[in-house]
C-alpha cells in the first residue's frame, strides 16, 4: 500500500502524559499536513509543511503542540501534557505540490482518559 | 476559502443516483471545487474535482454551474457502502498558489438505503 500511512491508529493515554504520532506521506509528496477532528465535526487544519519547512500553524496549535518533518518525509506531531480536551483523530494528509490533491491517512484515534 | 453551503443530510435509495448539491456563490475564477468523503471512523477520501467543466471519474460526476456558484456530485448507482459524509470544499489560492489547506464544513451525511 502506497498511501498515507499513520502510526499508531489508537492510543489512550492518562491526563498529563506526553504523546508522539507518526505520518508517512505517499512517495514524493512535498507537501504535508495535519487536521485534528471531534467528534461529529469536520476534521480541522492544524498546520502544514512544505518539505521540511513549517508554513503555517493554526491556532488550533497551542504551545503544548509542536510538529516536526525533519527530513521532509515523515513527520511527527507531538502533544505535551495531554488535557481530556485533547481526545480526537488526527488525520495526516499528503499532496505532490501546492497544487496537488491532498490524499488522507486513516488516522490516529487519541483518547485521553 | 470560499465558504460552502451542503444541505445536512439526504437519503437515497440503493441503485439509484445520488445527486448532492453545493453552493459556492463567492468561488473565485481560479478556485476549484473538491469532494470528498468520509466513511465512519476512516480518514477522508479524495473523489474528484474540478475548475469549470463537468469532470467524470470510476468514483463520481461532478457537474459545475456555468456561473461556478453552484456543483453537483452524482453518485450514478448508490451503494450501501456509499453512506458517508460527503464533503464540498473549496481550497483558497492566493495569487497562483494553492494553500493547500482544506476547511471542511459539516458536509452532507448520505445514507443509502436498501
Known amino acids: 500500500d502506497t498511501g498515507v500511512s499513520q502510526d499508531p491508529r489508537h492510543k489512550i493515554t492518562k491526563r498529563g502524559q506526553n504523546v508522539t504520532f507518526r505520518c508517512d506521506p505517499i512517495?514524493?509528496?512535498?507537501?504535508l499536513y495535519w487536521y485534528r477532528q471531534t467528534l461529529g465535526q469536520g476534521p480541522e487544519f492544524l498546520t502544514y509543511f512544505q518539505n521540511e519547512a513549517q508554513l503555517e500553524k493554526s491556532r488550533l496549535l497551542s504551545d503544548r503542540f509542536s510538529a516536526e518533518r525533519p527530513k521532509g518525509s515523515f513527520s511527527t506531531l507531538e502533544i505535551q501534557r495531554t488535557e481530556q480536551g485533547d481526545s480526537a483523530m488526527y488525520l495526516c494528509?499528503?499532496?505532490?505540490?501546492?497544487?496537488?490533491?491532498?490524499?488522507f491517512g486513516q488516522g490516529t484515534r487519541l483518547t485521553v482518559v | 476559502d470560499a465558504k460552502t453551503t451542503q444541505p445536512p443530510s439526504m437519503d437515497c435509495a440503493e441503485g439509484r443516483a445520488a445527486n448532492l448539491p453545493c453552493n459556492h456563490s463567492?468561488?473565485?475564477?481560479?478556485?476549484?471545487v473538491y469532494w470528498y468523503r468520509q466513511i465512519h471512523s476512516q480518514g477522508p477520501q479524495y473523489i474528484i474535482h474540478g475548475l469549470k467543466n463537468n469532470e467524470t471519474n470510476e468514483m463520481a460526476s461532478l457537474i459545475i454551474t456555468e456561473d461556478r456558484k453552484s456543483s453537483t456530485l452524482i453518485l450514478p448507482h448508490a451503494t450501501l457502502r456509499d453512506t458517508a459524509v460527503y464533503y464540498c470544499i473549496v481550497p483558497k489560492v492566493i495569487g497562483s498558489s494553492n494553500t493547500g489547506k482544506l476547511i471542511f464544513g459539516q458536509g452532507t451525511t448520505l445514507q443509502v438505503k436498501p
Open positions: 463567492t468561488i473565485s475564477g481560479n478556485e476549484y
Open positions: 512517495s514524493e509528496h512535498n507537501r
Open positions: 494528509a499528503s499532496s505532490v505540490t501546492d497544487r496537488g490533491t491532498a490524499f
